[in-house]
């Protein structure tokens, strides 16, 4: 195996505008693909910072209600600052907690899928 870095992983939205404008507005994220075709094909990826393992935002079209949502956990260098500045833009994030892995903070992005962020 060869394998050196994961590539992107895929969250279930039911609007990929909002998802993309909450990714990008709110958590600063990079635009790396928007190639969306008109037949339901689409590629739309965001990421922290390029280069980095991206976030690919899919129309969600289980309709069934299985599965449960994607959760992500991303690194940070100032959680403080991160969850304040979550809150000022409308974002409902809980208080950082600590953890033995260093201290956490939690919200969901507009499709309910949880997120968290780590300051180890």
């Keep these: 195996?060869?394998?050196?870095?994961l590539?992107?992983?895929s969250v279930p939205v039911a609007d990929q505008d909002a998802a993309r404008d909450f990714y990008i507005g709110v958590l600063g994220f990079a635009l790396i693909e928007d190639t969306?075709?008109?037949?339901g094909q689409s590629a739309l990826v965001v990421a922290p910072a390029p280069g980095t393992c991206g976030?690919?935002?899919v129309v969600d079209?289980?309709?069934?209600?299985?599965?449960?949502p994607?959760?992500?956990?991303?690194?940070t260098s100032d959680l403080?600052?991160?969850?304040?500045?979550?809150r000022a833009a409308g974002v409902a994030a809980g208080d950082p907690q600590h953890t033995p892995a260093g201290r956490v903070a939690s919200f969901t992005d507009?499709?309910?899928?949880?997120?968290s962020l780590l300051q180890p």
């Design 1 to 5: 195996m060869h394998i050196t870095r």
């Design 7 to 9: 590539q992107f992983v």
């Design 36 to 39: 969306r075709g008109p037949h």
């Design 55 to 57: 976030v690919a935002l």
């Design 61 to 68: 079209t289980r309709h069934d209600g299985l599965g449960a």
């Design 70 to 75: 994607v959760h992500l956990q991303f690194h």
């Design 80 to 86: 403080d600052a991160d969850v304040a500045a979550l």
């Design 110 to 115: 507009v499709d309910g899928n949880p997120i």
